[in-house]
């Protein structure tokens, strides 16, 4: 890619009781990397799932693609434990991280696809994912060296207080507004493709289209049902197991948890007006304008 591009640079350290952003530092990239970014819960397991259609073409029954494609600054398992099979991979990796961009080695010779959702929808799905972890991870984490306070279970089963906290916390694991700013900034580098989850349900075909030609996949136009097949919400909810960190062993209720509804809009019933306009103004007000309309709705002027 070209000289004259500005690449973003690691300013700082993000590490605390989930990730550690230390693990990307002497990370020894591929020519063709690619990098599957998100907050947390806005698509992410979704979009590993395509990608793994277009790297294997479409040959994924019975593949463990939640194990295929790690999750690299998580801190279970610790990296000395998970980068052997990382660097062990011959096929094209897929990787996965949550953190913003500015705590993130970013490399030009990989492809970034970045995942966003309506806030409201992400701690909707949050609350599941958050309320159905077993102790596997929270003593898992508690064991590792203290980096800060540690993941608890939520305090509440009221989705309504359960988005409040999320909301005045600006989320119960990490902060949500500066991750979506700092990838919205970067939008325009020609490594970087953004994709909004509501855009990717009304035109799932389209979208894994766009995401094949900007990872430079040439489609095997006979395996192409297949992989939409195997990218569908039906065939992941059977088959949770592949697809869930773990196989689904760290939630209460195994795999079928973690995929759970796959869909927005369900804190339409449940946020009183107040909620929504204090939402609104503070998206406006943390990400400019054209960011919190896109974040909302998926339209975007630009990249």
């Not at 992410?44 to 990608?51: F, P």
């Not at 040959?59 to 998970?82: A, H, N, Y």
């Not at 694991?173 to 939008?187: D, G, K, L, V």
């Not at 197991?241 to 196989?247: D, F």
Request: charged share 25%.
């Amino acid at each position: 890619m070209g000289d004259s591009v500005e690449w973003p640079k690691k300013t700082r350290e993000f590490r605390c009781a989930v990730f550690d952003s230390t693990y990307w530092n002497d990370f020894d990239f591929r020519d063709d990397d690619i990098i599957i970014s998100t907050y947390a819960k806005a698509g992410t397991t979704w979009v590993q799932q395509i990608i793994a259609q277009f790297v294997f073409n479409g040959e994924t029954e019975g593949m463990p693609v939640g194990e295929i494609s790690p999750w690299l600054d998580f801190r279970l398992p610790p990296l000395e434990v998970k980068l052997p099979a990382i660097l062990a991979r011959k096929h094209r990796r897929f990787l996965k991280t949550h953190l913003p961009v500015d705590a993130l080695v970013f490399s030009p010779k990989a492809k970034y696809i970045y995942i966003a959702r309506d806030g409201r929808d992400v701690a909707w799905s949050c609350y599941n994912h958050h309320y159905y972890l077993n102790d596997i991870v929270y003593d898992g984490l508690k064991a590792l060296p203290y980096l800060g306070p540690h993941w608890e279970r939520p305090r509440t089963n009221n989705l309504r207080e359960y988005y409040l906290d999320w909301f005045n916390g600006d989320g119960p694991w990490w902060p949500f507004w500066e991750n979506i700013r700092t990838w919205w900034e970067i939008r325009d580098l020609p490594n970087v493709h953004l994709v909004h989850y509501q855009n990717l349900n009304d035109d799932m075909e389209g979208g894994m289209r766009e995401m094949a030609a900007f990872l430079d996949f040439e489609i095997d136009e006979s395996k192409w049902d297949l992989m939409v097949e195997h990218r569908g919400f039906d065939y992941m909810k059977d088959n949770a197991t592949l697809s869930t960190p773990l196989g689904g062993a760290i939630f209460d209720g195994g795999a079928k948890v973690f995929i759970n509804k796959g869909v927005n809009g369900r804190w339409r019933d449940t946020l009183i007006q107040e909620d929504n306009e204090a939402y609104e103004t503070r998206a406006r007000e943390e990400l400019g304008a054209d960011c919190a309309h896109w974040l909302a709705t998926g339209e975007c002027s630009g990249k």
